[in-house]
């Protein structure tokens, strides 16, 4: 690997008007100055091509597409790939945005042949930038993880916790790079029928090639809004990607094998992971005022075994039948809350 590496910027974005801005600037911030930054914008209808547009810096590229929507959202990120010339690959959503050491720190984990995928910690933060005051159930479970399992050591370690529900957030797009040989060998981001994501079933294949590197540095800051894709689709992802596993299993089986207690264990995981799944669908009803569909979501979620998920239900109950906002409750609990956008180009 040369020196001083080419970083690609992958940038996919729909109707980010509000965040592309602070994305853009937290790129031109790097310390390390040997990237690329590759925008995709999906059909946008409001201003963020013209925002986008705006930056006068040859590293930018920025393209414009006919709107495939979040089930596109593989080959969108595929189209990004095909403009990018990097021996890195970095992602980076149209909404979220990177402390400025953040490529300097991670380029060196790919000195090591063996290593295919570079992340580490990302950090929640509201529409406006302001970072939550609290650990994310992701980042509490990760920094309890074995390292074999953060670092895919052997080879596989990281699979079969990643076929779990919880496993499935070990590693977040905003903190990642990935080495393109190995992205090239499984054929380019994966595109699943049915699941608006691409990055899950993209990492769950690289885990079966190399090993990964984590650092416990925040490496990536991900905005929590009220039209996000994972906001938005909740109930779609969740219940996708819980089938994705089984079949990802079948697929691998001569590489990895779970049977007997241990699959059912994996399965368990994934319908314990509904209660959050209908909390998630209630937060966004409630954003809709559709308060009696909201009111049904969270009475399904009281059903959790997690005490913190109990709790913001009761809330959520009770903000549909007082109209109330639940938003503010959440950033009360120190938690990101989904509203409060700031209008502005490059507000961050």
């Known amino acids: 690997m040369a020196k001083h590496p080419l970083v ?7 109707n980010h008007e509000p ?10 911030a790097q310390s390390y100055a040997d990237w690329e930054q590759v925008i995709v914008d999906d059909g946008s209808s409001d201003h963020t091509g ?8 040859l590293r930018i590229q920025y393209f414009h597409q006919s709107n495939k929507g979040p089930f596109e959202l593989a080959n969108t990120y595929k189209s990004a790939l095909s403009h990018t010339k990097g021996e890195l690959i970095a992602i980076l959503e149209g909404d979220d945005f990177w402390p400025a050491d953040k490529l300097q720190t991670q380029i060196l984990a790919f ?3 063996d290593v295919v995928l570079s992340y580490g910690e990302v950090s929640d933060v ?12 992701s980042t509490y479970l990760r920094k309890n993880l074995s390292s074999s399992i953060r ?14 529900a919880e496993g499935r957030s070990l590693i977040c797009p905003a903190s990642v790079i990935i080495r393109r040989s190995a992205l090239e060998h499984i054929g380019g981001f994966q595109l ?3 699941l608006p994501l691409t990055d899950y079933p993209t990492f769950m294949e690289l885990s079966l090639l190399g090993r990964f590197h984590y650092s416990d540095e925040v490496l990536g800051y991900r905005r929590r809004h009220e039209k996000s894709i994972t906001v938005n689709y909740a109930a779609e992802i969740h219940e996708r990607v819980s089938s994705f ?3 990802f299993l079948a697929r691998h089986a001569d590489q990895i094998t779970v049977v007997g207690s241990e699959l059912i264990s994996v399965e368990s995981t994934w319908r314990k992971a509904e209660s959050t799944m209908h909390f998630s669908e209630g937060r966004s009803l409630l954003l809709q005022r559709r308060w009696a569909d909201a009111r049904r979501q969270f009475r399904i979620s009281l059903q959790s075994d997690r005490l913190s998920v109990r709790i913001a239900s009761v809330a959520g109950v009770l903000c549909s039948w007082l109209h109330g906002d639940l938003e503010s409750l959440m950033r009360v609990g120190g938690r990101a809350e989904l509203t409060s956008v700031h209008s502005g180009s490059r507000a961050s």
């Open 8 to 14: 690609s910027i992958i940038t996919p974005t729909y």
């Open 19 to 28: 965040f592309i801005g602070a994305c853009i600037d937290s790129v031109l």
């Open 50 to 57: 013209e925002v986008a547009k705006s930056y006068d810096d």
């Open 111 to 113: 000195e090591d042949p």
């Open 126 to 137: 509201d529409p406006s930038g302001r970072e939550q005051r609290t650990f994310s159930r």
């Open 151 to 164: 670092l895919n050591l052997p080879i596989r370690s990281a699979t079969r916790y990643m076929l779990t």
């Open 192 to 194: 699943v029928s049915g």
């Open 245 to 247: 596993a089984l079949d």
